[in-house]
C-alpha cells in the first residue's frame, strides 16, 4: 500500500504564495507520474498539474503561468509552487501518484488525505 503524505496548505491573502509537499515513503518499481488535483466545495474533482517521469509538466489553464509543479524522485516528492494565489484557488489539494510497485502490475493511482488552501483577505 502507498501512502502519499501531503503538507503546506493554509491561508494565504489574494497575491500571496503557498508551497505544497507531498511524499511518497517506500520503495517502488516506479513512479510514472504525480501530480496536484483540487476540489472546492460544491464543485467536481479537478486537475491542478502533473509531471511525468519526473520532466514532462501538465497544468490546467485555470493555473498555467501562476503554478509551477516540480519533482525530486531521490525522494519521491512532488511539490506545487503556488503563486499570485487568487480566492477561486480556495479548494482541498489532494496529491495523485501513478505508482508501479511491480514489474508484474501497471501502474495504480494512489491519492494523499488532501490539505486545505483557503484564499482570502
Known amino acids: 500500500q502507498v501512502q502519499l503524505v501531503e503538507s503546506g496548505g493554509g491561508l494565504v491573502q489574494p497575491g500571496g504564495s503557498l508551497r505544497l509537499s507531498c511524499a511518497a515513503p517506500?520503495?517502488?518499481?516506479?513512479?510514472?507520474?504525480m501530480g496536484w488535483y483540487r476540489q472546492a466545495p460544491g464543485k467536481e474533482r479537478e486537475f491542478v498539474a502533473d509531471?511525468?517521469?519526473?520532466?514532462?509538466?501538465n497544468y490546467g489553464g485555470s493555473v498555467r503561468d501562476r503554478f509551477t509543479i516540480s519533482r525530486d524522485n531521490a525522494k519521491n516528492t512532488v511539490y506545487l509552487q503556488m503563486n499570485s494565489l487568487k480566492p477561486e484557488d480556495t479548494a482541498v489539494y489532494y496529491c495523485?501518484?501513478?505508482?508501479?510497485?511491480?514489474?508484474?502490475?501497471?501502474?495504480?493511482?494512489?491519492w494523499g488525505q488532501g490539505t486545505q488552501v483557503t484564499v482570502s483577505s
Open positions: 495523485n501518484a501513478k505508482v508501479r510497485a511491480n514489474p508484474i502490475f501497471g501502474a495504480a493511482d494512489y
Open positions: 517506500g520503495t517502488f518499481f516506479s513512479i510514472n507520474a
Open positions: 509531471i511525468i517521469s519526473g520532466e514532462s509538466t
